[in-house]
């Protein structure tokens, strides 16, 4: 009996030993990430800082370990003396250290870390002492005007299912500090009205606070406004929990250039203008009708290639001019055709063959290795930017440089030879020596799904060259949590000019959709209907949100991203150069393609090269990113719209809008009706038509006033931007 007593008492002491004892793992690598050690500024840079090197953002802590114990003999250890140890007199500066102060000799981190190197520095168990999850309190975080705080507390639970405060030890920040700023103590200050979102990270774990500061203006009562589908729904309970009330419907004149531009990329003509605003039928049908229309319009299927031409960079550069126009061809197909994205995508991750018989084969040929390759693939289609994650894990998300590689092995055995044809590239699968290797023990990486799906398991992996059929069917599967929605996403941010995700190639858990409800719903919406595109912009563009006027209110003018109302957009390069020529009755002179081609119908942006379409942001297609294309304004692209070749050409063209106007005979008020219609879709108002009159019966020739005066309606807001 007495054995037995005397062995329970030693192993009590022994596991009260063993919960005091103070290890890496648990207690002294959130040290180091909170001091800022493992920062990229600090030893966590891809060189380290004096010769010393640590994992970036600890995101390797058996690395940090074995460099802080053997790295130059462990000379930053004193067992026999802890106080003397450098890792304790670099930070407290006893002994010089370039980063500076990190922390004091009486602090919690000093004595931790002490007592870890007076207990032989414990490494600690992976199984137990590892970060599984974090739980924050509050989960959202809503103030009723600014000037309030919130204090967030950051739980951490161990795989072996214990917790811990580590509020103190926790990196918790603000995305839009001026909203919601963050002290050291983890207290979120409200600053000022809007919306921000917590990033709160500890030990390579990320979860996220929404923070709402509200508008405390008194006085606001929500006005309900006709909802046309799910999506004015799921915008109406956002913003009436956030006291913003929206915009009403924009006229029809502004509704109908809009969805012109941003479905087909052109203008509509006077006599569509004419036609639509004389329609007696309720404004809701006769838009719906008007859509449909122009989803079915050729004009539509070139606008919609020029966009996938950018993403996918078809570009002669690496496809040759024979290539460039047949992969141009082989997007235009599928887009007339209406062929669902998934199976679109299917075939371009699948292609074998021929490039000139397999148009879709292009696709690797601008991509050649399998690591740019799976890049492109995540970014295009699942909006996840693996790039960060080749040399370390992923600094602000769950990736790590593991499923980089894992990834990049279903790419690995493609190969690209040359074909028989001038020109042509022969896309197989190589039988040998395709083995993608990891670079830090240079081990073969077999292949792996970046996450798991419903359906993952019913897609096996073969262990052969074959293996990329297998990554084809997961990166287009339904249960895929990316593909649906990234694209959802990509294309809803194409008619509000970003999208509910921004940037919509970024798509990660510290940056979340600003409606989360929204996206699913669009996300779910596109699935049902078997990734359909053309029934994914017909719900947003029928949508009362997307109708919405540019105008604001008292209560939605500081709105930037709750699509409360519409902004203007500037008009794309294409747009620009295809309104110019629909508003004067011209046509751009491209070379090495048939005269009556429109900007949208230009095969690759070395048609034209250095012209006008390049001038105002033209994208290379060096780069699947959106923001290659630029949308800003710039003193050579205002330079070109006041004296330019393109525009004072086409506004003096002899065989152009105004020189038949004038030839027609019709009277001065039939020319400025025409000039308005062709180059900002509206009629001009009685003011704006009476002082055109009185400028055209001035001295100079109506012609040459004309001229004048379409001149100045191609360099006005009215035209250069969608409203």
């Not at 919130?150 to 580590?166: C, E, L, M, S």
């Not at 030890?169 to 919601?180: I, K, L, Q, T």
């Not at 109908?256 to 531009?261: A, D, E, H, I, N």
């Not at 601008?366 to 799976?374: C, E, F, L, R």
Request: aromatic share 8%.
């Amino acid at each position: 009996m007495r054995i037995l007593l005397l062995a329970a008492t030693s192993a009590a002491i022994a596991a009260t030993a063993a919960e005091n004892t103070t290890n890496f793992l648990r207690d002294v690598a959130p040290i180091l990430n909170k001091a800022g050690c493992t920062s990229g500024p600090c030893h966590g840079s891809a060189k380290g800082k004096n010769g010393f090197k640590l994992s970036l953002r600890g995101y390797d802590p058996q690395f940090d370990y074995e460099a802080l114990l053997y790295d130059l003999s462990g000379r930053r250890f004193n067992r026999a003396d802890p106080a003397q140890s450098l890792m304790l007199a670099k930070p407290t500066q006893q002994v010089a250290h370039q980063g500076g102060l990190r922390f004091e000799k009486d602090t919690r981190y000093y004595k931790t870390i002490y007592n870890w190197i007076a207990q032989g520095v414990p490494y600690g168990d992976p199984n137990k002492d590892a970060v599984e999850s974090l739980q924050v309190q509050p989960k959202d975080i809503l103030m009723d005007q600014p000037g309030l705080a919130q204090t967030v507390k950051v739980t951490a639970v161990y795989k072996d299912g214990t917790t811990r405060d580590v509020t103190a030890d926790a990196n918790v920040e603000s995305n839009v500090p001026d909203v919601a700023k963050v002290s050291d103590e983890a207290k979120v200050s409200g600053e000022r009205i809007g919306e921000a979102t917590l990033l709160v990270r500890y030990q390579g774990k990320f979860t996220t606070v929404p923070v709402t500061i509200l508008n405390p203006k008194p006085g606001f009562t929500w006005k309900a406004l006709p909802q046309n589908n799910f999506v004015d729904e799921l915008i109406d309970a956002k913003l009436k929990k956030l006291k913003i009330q929206p915009t009403g419907l924009a006229s029809d004149a502004a509704f109908l250039r809009r969805v012109t531009l941003d479905l087909t990329g052109q203008t509509p003509s006077p006599d569509a203008v004419r036609a639509f605003l004389a329609d007696p039928t309720p404004t809701k049908l006769k838009r719906q009708k008007t859509i449909e229309k122009l989803l079915a319009s050729p004009a539509y299927v070139d606008h919609w290639t020029v966009k996938w031409g950018d993403l996918l960079q078809n570009n002669r550069k690496f496809l040759g001019e024979k290539g460039a126009f047949g992969f141009r061809e082989w997007i235009r197909a599928s887009l007339a055709a209406n062929k669902p994205w998934d199976k679109m995508v299917h075939e371009l991750i699948a292609s074998r063959g021929s490039s000139y018989d397999n148009p879709a084969a292009n696709f690797y040929r601008i991509t050649k290795d399998a690591k740019p390759a799976m890049e492109k693939t995540t970014q295009v289609f699942l909006g996840v930017r693996m790039v960060c994650a080749q040399c370390h894990d992923h600094p602000f998300e769950k990736w790590t440089q593991n499923q980089y590689y894992e990834m990049s092995a279903f790419l690995s055995p493609v190969g690209v030879r040359a074909g028989y044809e001038v020109g042509e590239d022969i896309v197989y699968d190589q039988r040998a020596n395709y083995d993608m290797k990891h670079p830090k023990d240079g081990h073969v990486v077999a292949p792996k799904f970046l996450v798991a799906t419903s359906g993952a398991n019913n897609i096996p992996i073969p262990n052969d060259e074959r293996r990329r059929d297998a990554y084809a069917d997961w990166l287009t599967s339904k249960t895929n949590p990316f593909f649906a929605r990234s694209t959802a996403n990509r294309v809803w941010s194409y008619f509000f000019g970003r999208g509910i995700i921004d940037p919509v190639d970024d798509i990660r858990a510290s940056n979340p959709p600003v409606n989360p409800e929204l996206l699913d719903a669009l996300t779910k919406d596109f699935t049902d209907h078997n990734f359909d595109l053309r029934n994914l912009m017909r719900v947003i563009v029928n949508s009362r949100t997307y109708q919405a006027g540019i105008e604001t209110n008292e209560w939605n003018s500081l709105d930037t991203e709750n699509f409360s109302h519409q902004f203007p957009r500037r008009l794309s390069a294409e747009q620009l150069m295809d309104g110019v020529a629909a508003a004067t009755g011209t046509r751009p002179a491209f070379p090495e393609v048939p005269p009556d081609t429109t900007a949208s119908q230009v095969p690759d942006p070395h048609v034209g090269k250095e012209g006008f379409l390049d001038v105002f942001g033209r994208p290379s297609r060096e780069s699947p990113c959106e923001c290659e294309r630029r949308t800003d304004f710039s003193l050579p692209q205002a330079l070109n719209l006041v004296n330019g070749r393109t525009i004072s050409s086409s506004v003096a063209d002899p065989k152009g809008r105004i020189a038949k106007l004038i030839l027609s005979g019709v009277d001065d008020k039939k020319v400025v009706e025409d000039l308005y219609l062709s180059a900002i879709g509206r009629i001009p108002t009685a003011a704006e038509s009476a002082s055109a009159v009185q400028y055209m019966a001035g001295q100079g020739g109506r012609a040459s006033r004309a001229q004048d005066l379409l001149w100045a309606l191609l360099n006005s807001k009215a035209f250069l931007y969608n409203h």
